[in-house]
Structures are given as structure tokens and as C-alpha cells.
């Protein structure tokens, strides 16, 4: 009896560990099926655009910083959005939501742009599409306004319900459309990929990239030139998360690279930085008073302009310096873009010539990019 009821414990015993060894397994695939969840399926590709053109005597420090700069908003913009509402790029009112929510997350931080919901595409710089299988994407910054008003410069491939990062997602293409390029592809990240395994990944499905999309957004550096700083945040927005098996080096992310969600330190200084919310101090700008003008690059300085009659006006920068200059007409209270000259890259002035209202108020806002030669910068209307 005593050796059956052993057998019988021993039996049970048995019966006990297969069974929890069992159920370890179901857990162990279920967390591993989960790691290979929080994954993304779908990628953000931005589109390729041609390269900037400068003039060819300008110096590589300047062109740099030209570069940098150059696609970044004049602070104190109000960009429109707007959502397609056809049957190809229309989606849901819940996904909708999202990409709305995606706006207050980078309003939230409190910055110098502000987003508009509008409901005609003329009245937008931002146009919204939700085309499936097209994947996720959108222009850089202020290149925008170089695509036609009855197009996408943003795209969102797949039902943003079904993305398990959520709101991050809106917010990493709001993140292009403000300036912010991919923070994987910082040269000072120093990741080496395993480049065929890299390439073998996104040429399947969902997102079935040709290999020189593939390139364009992951394998390829980008050039010092176009990354803020030297620092390398592996847990910005603007960064990809990778499954195991695609980073060779650091070695601490072969087993994949996850970034942290929402919005990172470095995001929230860097957005700071290019649109500080501060409430711009208006000088006076009257005609034929030079208005000198002290500013670093990055650096952007605000004018009223109270016409005392109707007539045409020039209004031009003076010195050797790259800006660009934005006309805005006070109407209702808001700011409403009229005409913007940008001699960046050019060893020429900005300059706008047209007609202001003796009856209406002006804004003129300059933002310095870069001043390539010493002596003062000015301002003139006449
Ligand atoms: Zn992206």
C-alpha cells in the first residue's frame, strides 16, 4: 500500500510538473507572442524629395546650418490640417481622433506653432489621408508647401486602432511635418545594422519596401549635417522600434530596440528650441526707419506694420545674413499668411514687394538662419 501510494504521489507528482511545464510553455509563447507584438508591423517612410540647391559659392558651415534650419517653421505659425474625406483617403471619426490627439500632444509641451483643424483641403497645410496598404508617412517641415493642395503630405497606411503605439504613432509623423527627421539614422548613433537581415525585413510584407526605401529611411546615415546636435536619443519619437535580429551593434540591441513611448526628453528640448512659446514682442516698423536686428541663428524677430496709406511697399533685410521673412495680415484677431521670401542659400536679400492697407494691420516676422559674413543685419520698409 505504502509503495502504492508512493507510485500513486510519484505518479501525481509527475502529472503535477508536466502539466505546470505545460502551462510555463503556453505563458513563455504568449509573453514571447506579445515581445513580437509591441514590435510595429507597419514602418513610417518619408517620401524622397530632391535635394536642397544651393549656390555654389556658398561655404559648407553655411550650407549646413542651411540645412538644419531650413525646414523648420518660422515660430508663431498657425499650420491648418485638414482630413480627406473621399472614399480613398477618407477614414472613421476614431481614427480621426487619434491623429487629433496627436496634435495636442506636441501643442501640449507648449510651443510656438499652433494646429487648426479645417474643413476645406485650400485651406491647409497639412492634408491628411488614411490610403491602407500605403503605409505610414509624411513630408519634412516647411517642404509641404512644395506639394499641391488637393494632395496627401501625410499618410496613415493602417487603422491607427489596430496600432498597439497608439497616439505615438500621429505624433511621430506630426514630428516630420514640424522638421524632425529619423532619429535612427543620427550618425552618432553608431548602429551597425545586419544589413541583409535589415533588408530582408522590410522587403516583405506589410510593408514590402523596395530596397532603396530601405536604404533612404533605415540603412543610410543621415549627414551630420541634418541632425540637431551630437547627441543620439534611442528613445525619441522620431526613432523606430526593431525586433531582434536587425542591430549588430551596440551589441545591447541585438536583441531588438524598443523606445520608450510618448515623447522623450530630448523631443521636448529639441521642439523647444526651434518653436519656444514666448509671446512675441512687436517692434514698430515704419517706412524708410532701418531696424537693426541682433540675432543668432534659429533666432526670429517680430514687426507690426500700421500702413498710413494704401500704396506699394517694399520691405527688405539688409546685411549678410540667410532668412526668411513672413508677411502675416491681422484679421479677427489671427494671423493670416500673405506673401514670405526666403534668400537662404543665396547671397542675395529677402525681399517682398506689394501693396498694404492703410486701414490694416501687419506682422512681419524674420528668422535668421545663418549670417555668413560679420556687420550688422537690418530691416527697411519704404
Ligand atoms: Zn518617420
Same mark, same amino acid.
Given at each position: 500500500?505504502?509503495?502504492?501510494?508512493?507510485?500513486?504521489?510519484?505518479?501525481?507528482?509527475?502529472?503535477?510538473?508536466?502539466?505546470?511545464?505545460?502551462?510555463?510553455?503556453?505563458?513563455?509563447?504568449?509573453?514571447?507572442?506579445?515581445?513580437?507584438?509591441?514590435?510595429?508591423?507597419?514602418?513610417?517612410?518619408?517620401?524622397?524629395?530632391?535635394?536642397?540647391?544651393?549656390?555654389?559659392?556658398?561655404?559648407?558651415?553655411?550650407?549646413?546650418?542651411?540645412?538644419?534650419?531650413?525646414?523648420?517653421?518660422?515660430?508663431?505659425?498657425?499650420?491648418?490640417?485638414?482630413?480627406?474625406?473621399?472614399?480613398?483617403?477618407?477614414?472613421?471619426?476614431?481614427?480621426?481622433?487619434?491623429?487629433?490627439?496627436?496634435?495636442?500632444?506636441?501643442?501640449?509641451?507648449?510651443?510656438?506653432?499652433?494646429?487648426?483643424?479645417?474643413?476645406?483641403?485650400?485651406?491647409?497645410?497639412?492634408?491628411?489621408?488614411?490610403?491602407?496598404?500605403?503605409?505610414?508617412?509624411?513630408?519634412?517641415?516647411?517642404?509641404?508647401?512644395?506639394?499641391?493642395?488637393?494632395?496627401?503630405?501625410?499618410?496613415?497606411?493602417?487603422?491607427?486602432?489596430?496600432?498597439?503605439?497608439?497616439?505615438?504613432?500621429?505624433?511621430?509623423?506630426?514630428?516630420?511635418?514640424?522638421?524632425?527627421?529619423?532619429?535612427?539614422?543620427?550618425?552618432?548613433?553608431?548602429?551597425?545594422?545586419?544589413?541583409?537581415?535589415?533588408?530582408?525585413?522590410?522587403?516583405?510584407?506589410?510593408?514590402?519596401?523596395?530596397?532603396?526605401?530601405?536604404?533612404?529611411?533605415?540603412?543610410?546615415?543621415?549627414?551630420?549635417?541634418?541632425?540637431?546636435?551630437?547627441?543620439?536619443?534611442?528613445?525619441? !519619437?522620431?526613432?523606430?522600434?526593431?525586433?531582434?535580429?536587425?542591430?549588430?551593434?551596440? +551589441?545591447? *540591441?541585438? &536583441?531588438? %530596440? #524598443?523606445?520608450?513611448?510618448?515623447?522623450?526628453?530630448?523631443?521636448?528640448?529639441?521642439?523647444?528650441?526651434?518653436?519656444?512659446?514666448?509671446?512675441?514682442?512687436?517692434?514698430?516698423?515704419?517706412?524708410?526707419?532701418?531696424?537693426?536686428?541682433?540675432?543668432?541663428?534659429?533666432?526670429?524677430?517680430?514687426?507690426?506694420?500700421?500702413?498710413?496709406?494704401?500704396?506699394?511697399?517694399? !520691405?527688405?533685410?539688409?546685411?549678410?545674413?540667410?532668412?526668411?521673412?513672413?508677411?502675416? +495680415?491681422? *484679421?479677427? &484677431?489671427? %494671423? #493670416?499668411?500673405?506673401?514670405?521670401?526666403?534668400?537662404?542659400?543665396?547671397?542675395?536679400?529677402?525681399?517682398?514687394?506689394?501693396?498694404?492697407?492703410?486701414?490694416?494691420?501687419?506682422?512681419?516676422?524674420?528668422?535668421?538662419?545663418?549670417?555668413?559674413?560679420?556687420?550688422?543685419?537690418?530691416?527697411?520698409?519704404?
Amino acid at each position: 500500500m505504502t509503495t502504492k501510494n508512493g507510485n500513486s504521489s510519484q505518479d501525481d507528482l509527475s502529472a503535477r510538473v508536466a502539466e505546470l511545464e505545460k502551462q510555463l510553455k503556453v505563458l513563455l509563447s504568449q509573453k514571447s507572442s506579445t515581445q513580437k507584438d509591441s514590435v510595429p508591423e507597419v514602418y513610417c517612410s518619408v517620401p524622397q524629395t530632391p535635394p536642397r540647391q544651393f549656390s555654389p559659392d556658398i561655404s559648407s558651415e553655411r550650407s549646413r546650418l542651411l540645412i538644419i534650419t531650413g525646414n523648420k517653421w518660422v515660430n508663431g505659425t498657425k499650420l491648418h490640417y485638414y482630413f480627406f474625406e473621399n472614399s480613398r483617403w477618407g477614414a472613421s471619426d476614431a481614427e480621426k481622433d487619434i491623429v487629433r490627439q496627436g496634435f495636442k500632444v506636441w501643442e501640449d509641451v507648449g510651443i510656438g506653432i499652433d494646429f487648426e483643424e479645417v474643413s476645406s483641403p485650400d485651406d491647409a497645410e497639412i492634408r491628411i489621408g488614411f490610403q491602407r496598404g500605403d503605409g505610414y508617412w509624411s513630408y519634412l517641415g516647411t517642404y509641404i508647401l512644395n506639394i499641391g493642395q488637393s494632395e496627401r503630405t501625410m499618410n496613415f497606411g493602417q487603422d491607427l486602432r489596430l496600432d498597439s503605439r497608439g497616439v505615438d504613432v500621429p505624433v511621430h509623423e506630426i514630428g516630420h511635418t514640424l522638421g524632425f527627421p529619423h532619429s535612427h539614422q543620427n550618425p552618432f548613433a553608431g548602429i551597425v545594422w545586419d544589413r541583409q537581415a535589415v533588408i530582408d525585413y522590410f522587403s516583405g510584407p506589410p510593408n514590402n519596401w523596395p530596397l532603396e526605401t530601405i536604404e533612404r529611411n533605415i540603412l543610410n546615415k543621415l549627414p551630420q549635417s541634418q541632425v540637431e546636435g551630437s547627441e543620439w536619443d534611442p528613445n525619441s !519619437i522620431m526613432h523606430y522600434a526593431f525586433r531582434a535580429g536587425l542591430i549588430l551593434k551596440p +551589441e545591447k *540591441y541585438q &536583441g531588438g %530596440l #524598443q523606445p520608450a513611448p510618448g515623447l522623450s526628453e530630448t523631443d521636448i528640448e529639441t521642439v523647444k528650441f526651434f518653436y519656444p512659446k514666448t509671446t512675441p514682442v512687436f517692434t514698430e516698423l515704419k517706412p524708410f526707419e532701418l531696424q537693426k536686428m541682433s540675432l543668432s541663428p534659429g533666432q526670429q524677430k517680430d514687426f507690426v506694420i500700421v500702413p498710413t496709406a494704401t500704396r506699394e511697399y517694399t !520691405i527688405q533685410t539688409f546685411g549678410s545674413t540667410d532668412s526668411v521673412m513672413v508677411l502675416f +495680415e491681422e *484679421y479677427n &484677431g489671427e %494671423l #493670416q499668411f500673405v506673401a514670405g521670401d526666403d534668400d537662404s542659400g543665396f547671397n542675395r536679400n529677402a525681399r517682398l514687394q506689394l501693396r498694404l492697407y492703410s486701414d490694416r494691420k501687419y506682422a512681419l516676422r524674420i528668422r535668421l538662419y545663418y549670417q555668413w559674413a560679420s556687420g550688422d543685419t537690418a530691416v527697411m520698409l519704404w
